[in-house]
């Protein structure tokens, strides 16, 4: 037995040459509607403290603790549209003409508190969906096309657009609060309410995310590509080819890498050069759609993804990894073997090699 395990590390290192793409996926729970008995489309989806999933699904938010599905229904049976994790573990959500949040009551049941009658002079009406729900020194701040609402836990406080114009972004970006106004273009928002434009031409660009790359610079993740912005001057990025036809839909992070979802073409793990380190959609894994509505990603690495057919879980966090043949590798697996920190793999039309401990590598043909 020991004399093949050395000609077959013999054969590997003599044989390596040529390289082949390769592409490997973790383990994966897909969730349809037969199983969470709701809506097929889901528009946003969180993971909470303790693990547990809560999805803004089309008949309501779902909770799941990994056995069981349950439907938390907001008032009027408003349709949940974007949800929010704030520091304190409560789960705000943000709806059809709807605000509130999520918390457990003294008997640990999940029970949703509308927010809706301390808007001023709304009589418990907003009027549009909320967009964006998001957590910024301690106030929550739903966003619709023509409204920002903050809520500082007792009142809440309405700032309304520029004249004809509409709320298309809003996030936390390096310690500011960004904010995208159709025909201004982006800026700051402050503590009083007023928002700082940047300086360029920035008044058409359309972006569901942003990272701050250094004083007034930024990467601006838009719908129609990604750019660059620094000293006013806003320049399309190279990887940003990848993305112009897919129609990027949200941005979330993984330590350095960046997690894309689009609504055309599934989601994209880049790292920090914005390489395409991994492409996740319809035809190369569990997704059961490509438009990637919300993502989120809890503290061990594990990607959420939220599609208008059905909730995906990629377990990152789980050690077992899956080589599919749309990776690179041909044939079945006969054997295979872990020497000196690589992985060896033979099947009957080929035989590869990996290095392990790096879950973005190439896999090497030995033929």
Not at 39 to 64: K, M, R, T
Not at 66 to 85: A, D
Not at 108 to 123: F, R
Not at 322 to 330: F, L, M, R, S, Y
Request: proline share 2%; hydrophobic share 35%.
């Amino acid at each position: 037995m020991m004399k093949h395990t050395y000609i077959w590390i013999l054969l590997c290192c003599i044989l390596l040459s040529n390289q082949k793409s390769f592409a490997y996926k973790p383990t994966a729970h897909t969730y349809v509607s037969k199983d969470y008995k709701g809506h097929q489309v889901s528009y946003d989806a969180i993971f909470d403290d303790n693990g547990l999933l809560y999805v803004a699904n089309a008949y309501g938010v779902l909770e799941f603790d990994g056995y069981t599905w349950t439907t938390i229904k907001l008032n009027s049976s408003r349709c949940p549209f974007s949800l929010c994790k704030s520091s304190d573990g409560r789960i705000y959500v943000g709806g059809d003409n709807e605000i509130g949040y999520i918390e457990k009551n003294e008997k640990g049941v999940s029970v949703y508190h509308s927010l809706s009658n301390l808007i001023p002079n709304s009589n418990g009406k907003i009027g549009d969906w909320i967009d964006y729900v998001v957590e910024y020194k301690n106030k929550i701040y739903f966003v619709d096309q023509h409204s920002i609402y903050i809520y500082d836990g007792k009142t809440i406080a309405v700032i309304k657009p520029n004249k004809n114009g509409k709320y298309l972004f809003l996030g936390e970006v390096g310690n500011e609060l960004l904010v995208m106004v159709e025909g201004y273009g982006i800026g700051k928002l402050k503590e009083n309410k007023n928002i700082e434009f940047l300086p360029g031409n920035l008044e058409l660009l359309e972006i569901k995310g942003a990272e701050k790359t250094g004083e007034n610079s930024y990467i601006f993740y838009g719908t129609k590509g990604i750019f660059t912005y620094s000293n006013a001057t806003l320049n399309k990025h190279p990887q940003s080819v990848y993305f112009e036809n897919a129609l990027i839909k949200n941005v979330s992070y993984i330590g350095n890498k960046k997690v894309i979802g689009t609504e055309k073409n599934g989601c994209f793990i880049l790292n920090n050069n914005l390489e395409i380190l991994q492409h996740l959609n319809q035809s190369n894994s569990v997704l059961q759609s490509n438009y990637a509505y919300g993502i989120d990603v809890n503290n061990q690495g594990d990607i959420l993804i939220a599609t208008d057919n059905g909730v995906t879980i990629f377990n990152y966090s789980n050690s077992s990894y899956g080589i599919q043949e749309d990776g690179g590798i041909t044939g079945s697996g006969y054997s295979s073997l872990i020497h000196n920190s690589a992985l060896y793999l033979g099947t009957y039309r080929d035989y590869f090699s990996m290095p392990i401990g790096n879950k973005t590598t190439t896999l090497a043909s030995l033929k």
